[in-house]
């Protein structure tokens, strides 16, 4: 789109809303500052760089075989900077911990070093990203349906090990980039069938959380995400929302919540501004769930509007950190990064550019229709003219333009792999 089309768009919109009492310019400086963190796995379907050979367990699955997929370290860096120039504003890269740099060696899980992510950091920092990251429960022989919270002292000992070793690491990342880096814990625990012992396996992963945190880190933030089931796993799930809420608030820890993780009709916004009276800060997996925890690409649909305005509602801007989750291996998996990190940004910006102080004032005053008017009409205000100004202020593709570049890079790049 022509620069002076965007700059004319804008210029109206800006006034238009002046007029409810909101300022664009202010709403785009915010923008800019909240970094969205992109997570690594889409860019290969969960696989990372184990050598292992193994199936993804676990009971989450990546469904689709388009060609392309990132297939070593190089390739997935070269995936995910070709995706961050086509997305506007600040980002972080959330790694797992199988992503480690382990060339020829079989390192295992609980053998896991800092070093194994010295090239990684040194990458980050040369682009100009800051990292988080993950222990990874899963796709691993030792996996099961039990880890932190096995009866087996042996395994769940290797998951402390390994769980605790991601948080030396997570530490070593954020003092490198001095900015504590966001660990999450998500373990896949739980039972195809009933089981009688509930109780027995959430004491168990309470002890194992307890003995993971006993190390007090400065550089670094635990959080930890809750499920309502994983394939495989659809009767009981050791980790549940009520699990992490209880332990969340009496440790102090940082819940996670991933938008595919509740039932259907729940809605996941509503959520922030209990959390946030109880537990530190909140972090987010934004992903979209379809039917059942389908790790669909995160559109803008009116569950990320909710979340993104609720954020904002909340004032919690600097309490919530915004990751995305989702596994789509069925459309350009870079394709997949651009849309699902754009349209977060949109929700995030429409958030921004809410008439909250007016609507505020109707609230206060018992002015239901005049409230629920200005909730309506707000949703048709000139806001894409605001994400349009804010792409090309950035320096990314304005509207659909990114399409035939991502084709480009198909021809080029992704399509010529095996
Ligand atoms: C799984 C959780 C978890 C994973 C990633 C790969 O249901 O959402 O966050 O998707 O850790
Ligand atoms: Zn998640």
Redesign the pocket.
């Known amino acids: 789109m022509k620069n002076e089309l965007i700059e004319k768009a804008y210029a109206i919109a800006k006034e238009r809303y002046a007029a409810v009492g909101v300022d664009t310019d202010a709403a785009l400086e915010q923008l800019r500052n909240i970094p969205i963190s992109l997570h690594c796995w889409q860019a290969d379907d969960v696989t990372g760089f184990e050598n292992r050979g193994g199936d993804l367990t676990g009971g989450i699955q990546a469904t689709g075989n388009y060609p392309g997929k990132a297939r070593n370290i190089d390739e997935l860096r070269a995936d995910i900077l070709k995706a961050r120039s086509y997305i506007p504003g600040t980002h972080r890269l959330n790694l797992h911990e199988i992503y480690g740099e382990f060339g020829d060696e079989q390192v295992d899980r609980d053998q896991v070093e800092p070093r194994h992510f010295a090239g990684w950091i040194a990458w980050a920092k040369e682009h100009g990203l800051k990292l988080d990251f993950n222990s990874t429960s899963f796709s691993h022989p030792k996996s099961g349906d039990l880890s932190l919270s096995n009866p087996d002292p042996a395994i769940r000992r290797f998951w402390i090990e390994h769980t605790k070793r991601c948080r030396a690491i997570a530490e070593e990342m954020g003092k490198a980039q001095g900015d504590p880096c966001i660990m999450?814990v998500?373990v896949h625990d739980g039972s195809k069938d009933q089981t009688v012992n509930r109780m027995e396996y959430r004491r168990l992963l309470k002890e194992s959380l307890d003995e993971i945190f006993a190390t007090k880190y400065d550089h670094m933030k635990d959080c930890i995400?809750s499920?309502v089931f994983g394939i495989g796993l659809e009767s009981y799930t050791v980790g549940s929302n009520d699990f992490y809420i209880g332990y969340g608030a009496s440790r102090g820890k940082i819940v996670?919540l991933?938008t595919?993780?509740f039932h259907p009709t729940e809605s996941v916004a509503d959520k922030l501004s209990s959390l946030l009276l109880f537990t530190p800060e909140v972090m987010l997996?934004v992903?979209r769930p379809v039917r059942w925890d389908s790790?669909h690409v995160t559109i803008m649909n009116d569950e990320t509007l909710d979340l993104m305005k609720e954020i904002v509602r909340c004032g919690a801007l600097d309490k919530v950190h915004i990751?995305l989750?989702y596994f789509d291996a069925s459309i350009n998996r870079i394709g997949a990064y651009v849309i699902g990190t754009r349209a977060t940004q949109k929700c995030l910006l429409q958030a921004l550019l809410e008439p909250l102080a007016k609507l505020r004032e109707y609230e206060a005053a018992g002015k239901g229709f005049e409230r629920l008017a200005l909730l309506e009409e707000a949703k048709s205000l000139p806001w894409n003219a605001v994400w349009d100004k804010f792409c090309a202020e950035c320096g990314v593709p304005v509207g659909e333009a990114y399409i035939a570049e991502i084709q480009q890079y198909e021809r080029d790049v992704t399509s010529k792999r095996g």
């Open positions: 999450n998500w995400e499920k996670t991933d595919g993780h997996h992903s790790d990751g989750d």
